[in-house]
C-alpha cells in the first residue's frame, strides 16, 4: 500500500521524523515526584506564556484602535454640496483653522461675482446680438423665437453703456485666476473660463464656459500663505486683514466697479430680462450679487456664511483628517473624510475609496427637479441623483457602511415651490398632490428610502435629513448627529458595547 504524507502535522510519522521528540521526552527512569514537579514546571511555563501572549494581543488591540481611522465618504452629484457639508466638519471640528483661510476664500467668492455677473453680460450681448442681425445670422438656420427682434427694444443706451464699463472685469477673472492657479500649474486648464464669446447664449452657458474648479489636491490655499500669514485676528470680523497692501490685487479693479454692478443687478429691464429666460441666479451655485457692496470692499474679508456659500467646483477625490474628541478612547478619535467631484466624468475615480468605509453622507440637491446637469443637459438633476442613489446603495463594496442622506438644498426647494414651479410638471408620479414643500418632501423622502430598502444588499438602517447644509446652526446638529452614529456603530463592530 501506497502511503502518503499528508503534511508537515501529520501526526502518525512525527514521532519518527522529528528529531527533537526524543531529546524533549521526559527520561523513561522519571519517578512519579520527579514527574509532577515536572508538570508543575510546565504548568508555570505555560502561564507565562499565555500571560505575554495576552499582553501583545492588547497592545496589539491598542495599536489598531490608534491606527484604525474612522472613515466617512461624501457622495452626490456635482453641486450637491459635498464640500460644503465638508466644510461645516471644519467649522464644527477647527473653527480657528478653518477662519484662518478667509483670505483664500476671498478670491473664491470674487470669482462667483464676477461670473454671475459675465452671466447677465454674456445674455445682454446676446440679446443686443439679436437686435443688429448680421447678414449671417438673418440666413441663420437657428429658429427664430418670438422675442427675436423684441429683447433689443428692451435694452436703452444707459444699459449698454453700464455694459462696456464693466467690460474690466474680465481682467478681474484673469487676475483671480492666475492667483489660484499659477499658469503651467496643473489646475490652470481646469480652473481657466472661457473668455466672453460671441457664441450663443445657450451654447456658452453649455459645454464652452468651464466653471472655476481647483484639484483636490492641489495647494491652492498656499497662494494667499502671505495674506493668512497677515491675518491677525482668527476670529474676529477680519477688518485688520490689509488686501490694500498688494497694488495688484484685483479687489480694486472690483471695487472700482461695484457701483456699476449695483446698478446693472437692480434694474427691473435686467430683472425681467433674467425671468424671461428663466435664469434664476439667486439659486445658482456662488450667488453674492445682494451682497455686492459688503463683498466688493477693499478690505473684505469672508465671513463663515460666505465661505460655504462660496463655490469651488472639486476634481478629483480629497482625504481631509479630523482629530474629533470622542466620549471614552474605545474607539479611534482620529476620522478621515474624504470628498469627491461629483461630475459625470469624473465619478469613475470613487470606486477605488469603497472599501471599507464607516459611513457614506450622500447628498442629493432636491432643488434641482427642475433643472438638467451642466455636463449633460439632456439629464434631469433630480432624476441623475436618484440613479446615483441607488448605484450607491446597491453597491456590494459599501454594503456594510452606514448610510446616511441628506436631501439637501431645501431652502432653494421650498423657494421654488413657493414661487409657484410645480414639482409634478417635473416628476409625473406625484401628479396633483399638493405643490407644498411638507407634502413634496415627504413624498422625496419616502422615494428615497424605499430605493434604499429594496437595493440595499444587506438589511441596514437609514438615516435621511432635510438640510441646507449652507446654514450652519443647523447642519451642526445634523453633523454631531452623523457623529454619534458612525461612533456607536464602530463600538458595536469592536464587541465592546
Ligand atoms: N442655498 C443653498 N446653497 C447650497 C446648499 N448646499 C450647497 N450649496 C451651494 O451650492 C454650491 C455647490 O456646493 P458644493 O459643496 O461646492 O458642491 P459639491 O457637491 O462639492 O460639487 P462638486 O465639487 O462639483 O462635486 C456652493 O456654492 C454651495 O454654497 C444648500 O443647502 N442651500
Ligand atoms: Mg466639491
Redesign the pocket.
Given at each position: 500500500m501506497v502511503r502518503f504524507r499528508r503534511g508537515p502535522f501529520d501526526r502518525s510519522h512525527r514521532d519518527e521524523e522529528d528529531p527533537f521528540a526524543h531529546m524533549l521526552a521526559p527520561p523513561s527512569s522519571e519517578s512519579l515526584e520527579e514527574r509532577e514537579r515536572r508538570l508543575s514546571a510546565e504548568t508555570e511555563a505555560q502561564k507565562r506564556s499565555d500571560a505575554i501572549d495576552e499582553e501583545i494581543n492588547k497592545q496589539r488591540m491598542a495599536e489598531r484602535r490608534e491606527t484604525k481611522h474612522l472613515r466617512i465618504l461624501?457622495l452626490?452629484?456635482?453641486?450637491?454640496?459635498?464640500?460644503?457639508?465638508?466644510?461645516n466638519f471644519q467649522l464644527m471640528n477647527s473653527p480657528k483653522a478653518f477662519r484662518n483661510e478667509r483670505a483664500s476664500w476671498r478670491a473664491v467668492v470674487q470669482l462667483?461675482v464676477v461670473r454671475s455677473i459675465r452671466l447677465i453680460l454674456n445674455l445682454m450681448s446676446e440679446v443686443n446680438g439679436r437686435a443688429t442681425p448680421t447678414p449671417a445670422m438673418a440666413h441663420s438656420s437657428r429658429p427664430e423665437t418670438p422675442d427675436f427682434y423684441g429683447d433689443h427694444s428692451v435694452l436703452g443706451p444707459e444699459l449698454l453703456k453700464l455694459k462696456m464699463r464693466l467690460a474690466p472685469l474680465q481682467q478681474v477673472e484673469e487676475a483671480l485666476l492666475k492667483k489660484l492657479s499659477p499658469p503651467g500649474s496643473a489646475d490652470f486648464e481646469a480652473t481657466h473660463l472661457a473668455p466672453v464669446t460671441n457664441l450663443p447664449y445657450s451654447v456658452r452657458t453649455g459645454k464652452f464656459v468651464r466653471?472655476i474648479?481647483v484639484h483636490s489636491n492641489s495647494q491652492w490655499k498656499g497662494a494667499f500663505t502671505r495674506l493668512v500669514t497677515s491675518v491677525r485676528t482668527s476670529m474676529g470680523s477680519g477688518a485688520d486683514v490689509d488686501f490694500t497692501e498688494d497694488p495688484n490685487d484685483p479687489g480694486y479693479i472690483l471695487n472700482a466697479c461695484a457701483a456699476d454692478m449695483i446698478t446693472l443687478w437692480n434694474d427691473p429691464v435686467i430683472r425681467s430680462l433674467l425671468v424671461a429666460h428663466n435664469l434664476r441666479l439667486e439659486?445658482k451655485?456662488?450667488?453674492f450679487l445682494d451682497s455686492l457692496e459688503r463683498v466688493t470692499a477693499l478690505r473684505y474679508v469672508p465671513s463663515d456664511d460666505d465661505i460655504?456659500?462660496?463655490?469651488?467646483?472639486?476634481?478629483g477625490v480629497s482625504e481631509h483628517r479630523f482629530k474629533f474628541k470622542n466620549t471614552g478612547n474605545m474607539v479611534s478619535n482620529d476620522w478621515r473624510i474624504f470628498?469627491?467631484?461629483?461630475?459625470r466624468s469624473?465619478r469613475a475615480a470613487w470606486a477605488p475609496y469603497f472599501d471599507n468605509m464607516d459611513a457614506i453622507i450622500f447628498?442629493a440637491?432636491i432643488?434641482g427637479f427642475d433643472e438638467v446637469l451642466t455636463e449633460d443637459a439632456s439629464i434631469n438633476r433630480l432624476e441623475d441623483s436618484v440613479l446615483l442613489w441607488k448605484a450607491t446603495v446597491s453597491n456590494p463594496l459599501l454594503k456594510t457602511a452606514q448610510t446616511v442622506l441628506f436631501l439637501?438644498?431645501?431652502?432653494?426647494f421650498k423657494a421654488k415651490l413657493d414661487a409657484g414651479i410645480r414639482f409634478g410638471q417635473y416628476v409625473v408620479s406625484y401628479a396633483d398632490r399638493a405643490n407644498d414643500y411638507e407634502t413634496a418632501s415627504a413624498y422625496l423622502r419616502k422615494k428615497f428610502a424605499g430605493i434604499h430598502k429594496q437595493h440595499s444588499p444587506l438589511p441596514r438602517m437609514l438615516y435621511c435629513h432635510l438640510?441646507?447644509?449652507?446654514?450652519v446652526q443647523s447642519t451642526q446638529h445634523v453633523l454631531a448627529n452623523v457623529k454619534d452614529i458612525v461612533l456607536r456603530q464602530a463600538l458595536e463592530n469592536t464587541k465592546l458595547v
Open positions: 461624501l452626490g452629484q456635482s453641486e450637491s454640496g459635498k464640500s460644503t457639508t465638508l466644510k462667483n466653471e474648479a439659486d451655485a456662488g450667488f460655504l456659500r462660496a463655490r469651488l467646483k472639486t476634481l470628498d469627491v467631484g461629483g461630475a469624473l447628498l440637491p432643488s439637501n438644498k431645501t431652502d432653494i438640510t441646507a447644509v449652507t446654514d
